[in-house]
């Protein structure tokens, strides 16, 4: 099979190069595969940012596990997606209004998700302000910030993450995306981005607007995040049909509710790696 550099010549020749120049490690990966993230730990596996559907990705081997960030009254970081109870737990209302101890362990504590798989790479999904401090928190009790990456939020909240501990890694925030995901789409080069990043994770569709789903727009987002250093990871791609195309297109990282799916996928494209992102190089 082609690594993704044959797919689009010099700008997956680019891509890879890019890795190393922006301070990334490649280790033992071969240059052709393609990492797969199983978001809220798996959700069509089983319950959503729950730690025995974690469990389960992890069992496919599995080794990028995304997760979402909220805090509790009392400033307890949990792995839980949604601002309300509502949908998934038997509890009613907000999060931010109930003490950890109110939630009657259904929702998972950060660092209990930290401490529960030391070899994977955890991607957390920063969904307010208010739990930059609670997330930052439960990072250095488990002394785990060489293996997580901040996504997500506002750029300055990640910053702050970063800033306090070292060796996290951010994705693109909403306002660099922004700018990433529109000069693909009007197919120009981005003047700047906001803040260091080393990736961007970018959607199939979102609010009416075609992204990745329009295939120029993806081939222009492979090349420029192939220019600029950043690691290009597919969100929420279930759909096998989907994946192949996107992974034939070059894109290195598949965020997805269906692991199990998408690592037969890259098994039948000899494309398959149970490895995480590149390791950065301090």
């Given at each position: ?40 730990g ?9 730690l025995?559907?974690?469990a ?45 101890a ?41 002394r ?21 501990c ?79 195309r ?6 290195p990282?598949?965020?997805?509710d ?25």
């Amino acid at each position: 099979m082609h690594a993704p550099w044959s797919v689009h010549g010099d700008a997956g020749r680019r891509a890879f190069a890019a890795l190393t120049v922006a301070g990334v490690e490649l280790g033992t990966a071969r240059p052709g595969d393609v990492s797969v993230v199983a978001h809220r730990g798996g959700a069509g596996l089983g319950p959503e940012n729950q730690l025995a559907t974690f469990a389960t990705s992890h069992a496919l081997g599995v080794r990028v596990l995304e997760t979402d960030a909220r805090a509790t009254a009392d400033g307890v970081a949990v792995a839980h997606h949604d601002a309300t109870l509502d949908r998934t737990t038997t509890l009613r209302g907000a999060v931010r209004d109930r003490s950890f101890a109110d939630l009657g362990g259904q929702v998972l504590r950060m660092d209990e998700l930290l401490r529960a798989h030391d070899d994977v790479e955890l991607l957390v999904d920063v969904k307010e302000a208010r739990v930059v401090g609670p997330l930052v928190a439960a990072i250095q009790a488990t002394r785990s910030a060489d293996r997580v990456w901040v996504a997500g939020g506002w750029d300055h909240w990640l910053s702050a993450v970063v800033e306090r501990c070292p060796g996290v890694r951010p994705a693109l925030g909403w306002r660099g995306l922004s700018t990433l995901m529109w000069s693909a789409r009007r197919g120009v080069r981005p003047r700047r981005l906001a803040g260091r990043a080393y990736a961007a994770h970018v959607p199939w569709r979102l609010n009416g607007v075609r992204w990745l789903a329009d295939e120029r727009v993806a081939v222009r987002l492979v090349e420029q995040c192939a220019d600029l250093g950043l690691v290009l990871r597919a969100w929420t791609i279930d759909r096998p049909d989907l994946q192949r195309r996107l992974v034939r297109q070059g894109v290195p990282s598949i965020i997805t509710d269906r692991p199990d799916l998408a690592r037969e996928v890259l098994i039948g494209e000899n494309r398959w790696s149970p490895m995480g992102t590149p390791k950065l190089v301090e």
